[in-house]
């Protein structure tokens, strides 16, 4: 029953630094994203994915890149840290059809000084 | 593009109550909308999820209605406990860019005993 996996729970990066947050889920979903939630501006998409080989920008993408190697992981990678990235991030999983629930992962929450 | 609003952004009842969360949305070309529960630290989960073609979903003491003409969706929670505190969010699918879910900032609820 682990569902949507996400490591590491909390980080610290220093600006200009590079880190990859893990996601991961065991319930064979074709769908995965990624979120970042902001105090005051909710929870926006960063990147998201239908498949294996297939990815896909959403509302906030810059700063952020993703792969899609194997139908479990969706790793998130920031190129070069700054503070504006200080957010909990959060991904995501569903079946694909348009009406399957979305399961989030537990968030890591990410401090950029 | 579609817009989600949530009104109120915090609500107080004392236990035992019934209660309303509402939940506006701007396009009502949508495929589905959830309702997701996110406690403090943690991720979110998914309630109840209304397909299109629905009026009303319902899980134990929730229940959930949808208004796709007026683009409204309502939470009816039952016979409020304390453990129901928790922050409520709605999301959004459209049909124009159906993978990407359009979440509302939330309402936080407190239940006092």
């Known amino acids: 029953n682990a569902g949507v996996t996400q490591t590491p729970k909390f980080q610290v990066l220093k600006t200009g630094q590079s880190m990859t947050l893990q996601c991961a889920q065991d319930m064979n979903h074709e769908y995965m994203s990624w979120y970042r939630q902001d105090p005051g501006m909710g929870l926006r998409l960063i990147h998201y994915s239908v498949g294996a080989g297939i990815t896909d920008q959403g509302e906030v993408p810059n700063g952020y890149n993703v792969s899609r190697s194997t139908t479990e992981d969706f790793p998130l990678r920031l190129l070069s840290a700054a503070p504006s990235q200080t957010s909990v991030y959060f991904c995501a999983s569903s079946s694909t059809g348009g009406n399957e629930k979305l399961f989030f992962g537990s968030g890591t929450q990410l401090s950029v000084l | 593009k579609q817009e989600v609003t949530q009104i109120p952004a915090a609500l107080s009842v004392p236990e035992g109550e019934n209660l309303v969360l509402n939940c506006s949305f701007t396009?009502?070309?949508?495929?589905?909308l959830q309702w997701f529960r996110q406690d403090p630290g943690k991720g979110l989960t998914s309630l109840l999820l209304?397909?299109?073609?629905?009026r009303e979903q319902t899980s134990g003491r929730l229940n959930a209605s949808l208004d796709k003409s007026s683009g409204r969706s309502t939470l009816y929670i039952a016979a409020s406990q304390p453990g129901d505190s928790a922050t409520y969010l709605c999301a959004v699918r459209s049909i124009q860019g159906a993978q990407k879910l359009v979440f509302g900032q939330g309402t936080r609820l407190t239940i006092n005993p």
């Open positions: 209304i397909q299109s073609s629905q």
């Open positions: 396009d009502s070309a949508i495929y589905n």
